[in-house]
């Protein structure tokens, strides 16, 4: 298989998208440290429902106990804060949520094309 050259540009390219980002995070600290603030208490939320799901789905599990400790922990820290950092989870919700629905219309509108091909 030949390189063709390919592999240099793709390396600094990725490089500068790299360092393109660690600059504009570095810059924009505030906006990131707010995304994460507003990001964790969702992401808290969904870990513990996870992991509730999975004690009362699998009773096989032989790690229930684990499971336990992951729904007592992280679903109060996410409901605490959403209680916390209200403001910064709504400004997330706010903001992902249309991006998230935006991507999944187009996987759900190229997946129905795909299959309306596949069907002729």
Do not use: C
């Not at 599990?61 to 709504?90: C, H, K, Q």
Request: proline letters at 3%; charged letters at 10%; a neutral charge.
């Amino acid at each position: 298989m030949e390189n063709n050259g390919k592999r240099p540009r793709h390396i600094i390219g990725g490089v500068v998208v790299f360092a393109a980002g660690l600059f504009l995070g570095l810059n924009n600290m505030l906006y990131v440290v707010e995304f994460i603030k507003g990001a964790l208490q969702p992401v808290f939320i969904i870990m513990g429902l996870t992991a509730a799901a999975a004690i009362f789905l699998n009773k096989e599990n032989s790690l229930r106990w684990l499971n336990a400790v992951i729904a007592l922990v992280f679903l109060p820290l996410g409901v605490y804060g959403v209680y916390d950092e209200y403001y910064a989870t709504m400004d997330f919700i706010n903001g992902f949520l249309p991006i998230l629905l935006v991507v999944v219309g187009l996987v759900a509108l190229a997946h129905g094309i795909k299959q309306i091909g596949k069907e002729s």
